[in-house]
């Protein structure tokens, strides 16, 4: 007599095991996907440790134990109705449930919750985690695929179209839930998610397939025919680039298979490319702000004749959107002393990063290079080369004699790997003593740039002071209380630091630094809060993500509010103009100084990107600004938006189609960044 398999048998080496992976994964995603959007909003933690999908998507280890915990509920639900019932009621059952349950609570809430997300080294982990768990689905969807060809030739065509409508109506909520609710977050999320709505939609399509009739089949393969004809259709009419645009507009939560039917439709009706327009005139008036120089040179010894000695401090306030602050046009309080800065500084009011996360647009700040010729993107591709010493600004100052010293919020862990933040050290003779693995609060980063100030005050110095804290997740400070949402405790992390960057500007009066010292204020990207369906950043090249503050008090010079368009490339070239500092390196930034002193005949533009983030779920992204007008593309899938900024600021009515001389304007800038781009990298 052949004994009942063990428990041990039935849950690591049978088949069902992989389906209950599959199911309870799969069906757990799409109710988290509906319940997580309302459990995020107004607390002031973290909950996203309660969703299989969010998990599963981070790759963390914790993530892994909740999908097996799931495993081994379905486990139980499919014995019960084998009529195996021993198998759950196993004492080891329950104790391996609760202990793996257990040590997913205390590690999700250790490591990935709330600010204990900033002070922990939580890559390596992820990373290991997202990999055991891509193989695990694999295993377990190959599984899932073999029993249900062979379960669904038992059923008829009615209960199979039922289960087809059912699977696509799962596929379709992940899908629409994934692209409203989750942009912003990791790549990895979406990957999951994605390879979700591609499995739920194939699985529909099997399901009509596997009859044993032919009529199955006929449904289907009619179904197939009347969506690309369609397809086909709408590709002659001219709405169709306004269309997919809005399909594509945002760059990690769609997936890149699209491209796979986009090809198919191509090769039957290709799209006709926008047409280029020369733009010689426009880079003919750029030179001419560059063959400005020595009248620059002469206005700037007149208006700041100790220019060649003066020290420098810049702040930079991490994830701060420009209409957040009150020299923005914000009506709330957010940023008293920088308003008062402002007061008295150059401000520029449409400036904008190159990239919307930190590692991007902090290189390209310190490098004057766009982000695809930017060290970060050399590191992160595994090539980087040896930098000369005097590439970034604090190797170029240092250059010229300054002590160029730096203080940052980030922790340890990502500035020890250079392809996250370990490149922002270069040039810098001293950056963050003594710090701990944790990231710095603000009044830590403030007391350590105060202390760091006291030594560096007997010589010629630069300091850049970074604070996180607008950096979500947000939390909620007594002093500066705006209410319990997340746009409120945004603001209250802003109003915190503003009152650290006012004790940072007192202490530089007190020791009377102040009239020998230039300060710029930037911020590195902004944060959208559902504006284009989008949270957070690092998702999208709409304004709440790019326009960032930026603004240079240099004393002995007029305040003044610029127009003209800036971005963060802009600073270096702009700071070795002011310090008479000679460069040795192509930059693709400009001198802002034509601007700045009110005889510049350009308009300015600026220019932005998004990278592909992972291979399957998501598009890159570019965006051109000159003007008024301002141009996504997702080269990709071949979309194009364009806004009129000045009479649709929120970016609601895509002209594309409507506007083609501006159109083509900013299509032949955007072609001569490539051209640029492509010269750096070789």
Known sequence: MVGRPSLRTNLYWTPRVFFAVWGGVFFAACLDLVLLPWLREGTTTSWDWLAVSYQLGLGSLGGLILALVTTLVATVVIAIGMRRPNDWRNPSFVVMTVALFAVLMIQNRTTLDGPAIREHEHIVMIRLGFYGGGF??????TWFVWHWLRWTRRWGLAFRMVSALTLLGLSGLCYVIDARYFVGQYGHLHLQLAESVITGASF????LLCGRTGRSTVVAFLFLAVIAGAALFLRGHGEINRARATVARAGVNLPQWMVIPETFLDALRPLKPGEITDIREILARRDQDAALAPEIERRLD??????????????????????????????????PTLDALAARSTVFERSYTPYPTSAYAYSSFFSGRYPECAPVNWALKGKEPAWPSDLTLAGLLGSAGFRSIGVSAFNAGTLKRRDVFGHLKDGFETFNPRQTIKAREARQVTDSALNLLGEAATSRFFIWVHYLDPHAPY?????????????????SEIAHVDAEVGRLLVALEDRGLAEDTVVLVMSDHGEEFGEHFGKYHNSSLYEQQLRVPFMMHV???????????ASLVDVLPTLATLFDIEDPHFRNGRC???????????????????????????????????????????????????????????????????????????????????????????
């Open 204 to 207: 529909a399509l099997l399901a």
């Open 555 to 565: 004393p002995g010079l007029a305040p003044r509010r610029v127009q003209q368009i």
């Open 475 to 491: 939390a909620r400070h007594a002093n500066h209380d705006f209410g319990k949402s997340a746009r409120d405790r945004y603001d």
């Open 302 to 335: 007149e208006a700041i004749p100790q220019r060649r000695s003066m020290n420098l401090l810049i702040v930079s306030i991490d994830t701060l959107r420009a209409d957040h602050t009150g020299f923005g046009g914000y009506s709330r309080n957010t940023t």
């Open 592 to 682: 802002l100084w034509p601007a700045m002193l009110g005889c510049s005949s350009h308009d300015g533009f600026a220019f932005a990107q998004l990278h592909p983030q992972e291979l399957l779920s998501s598009t890159g992204l570019r965006m051109v600004v000159f003007g008024g007008h301002k141009m996504i593309l997702t080269p990709a899938m071949g979309t194009e938006e364009v806004f009129h900024l000045d009479s649709d600021p929120l970016e609601t009515k895509n002209i594309v189609g409507r506007a083609s001389t501006v159109a083509g304007v900013l299509r032949g800038l955007d072609a001569q960044v490539r051209t640029e781009t492509a010269a750096i990298r070789g």
């Open 136 to 141: 695990l689905l694999i295993a377990s969807g």
